[in-house]
């Protein structure tokens, strides 16, 4: 993974695991050890279905960029169907409370997504590459022309 990748995945991940915590607290004192378990699996399946995406994703413009864009709609398609399966097969548990777990997902999600976006806005990642290989962030005096 490019450095790039790795602190948007950094980033995003501790972002949602701090938003993570006061759902969990939350969870508890609406739901109780049921609603504990569900906001944990909610935060943990909203981090982990991001952060493979962005890892897939990453592993695949090393390849090719052309590759960026399927590997992306593939990696969605396996997270939708591994998620249907997941709450079929969970569909009569009590393990966890799932209105808990289904809110801790979607915050999970949200905030994942803004840290994600707000990090790589802030970044300075070349946009431009020149001769010599070296990206620059905008035109130079010595690339103007006229």
């Known amino acids: 993974m490019e450095p790039g990748d790795v602190r948007i995945v ?5 972002a949602t695991a701090a938003v993570g915590a006061i759902v969990v607290v939350v969870a508890a004192l609406v739901a109780g050890a049921s609603g504990v ?7 943990g399946l909203a981090i982990a279905f991001f952060a493979i995406t962005i890892v897939a994703v990453s592993a ?3 390849v090719a960029n052309e590759l960026m864009l399927p590997v992306a709609l593939g990696t969605y ?3 939708i169907v591994g998620i249907a399966l997941a709450l079929f097969l969970l569909r009569d548990t009590t393990a966890f409370d799932r209105p ?12 994942f997504m ?11 990642t070349p946009y431009v590459t ?13 690339s103007r022309t006229g």
Do not use: D
Not at 37 to 43: E, V
């Open 10 to 14: 950094r980033g995003a991940v501790l």
């Open 37 to 43: 378990w569900g906001a944990l699996a909610g935060t």
């Open 60 to 62: 695949a413009a090393r």
């Open 77 to 79: 398609l396996v997270k």
């Open 100 to 111: 808990t777990f289904a809110i801790a997902t979607v915050i999970g999600a949200v905030v």
């Open 114 to 124: 803004i840290a994600e976006m707000r990090i790589a806005v802030r970044s300075r």
């Open 130 to 142: 020149t001769r010599n290989g070296e990206g620059t962030h905008g035109p130079t005096r010595s």
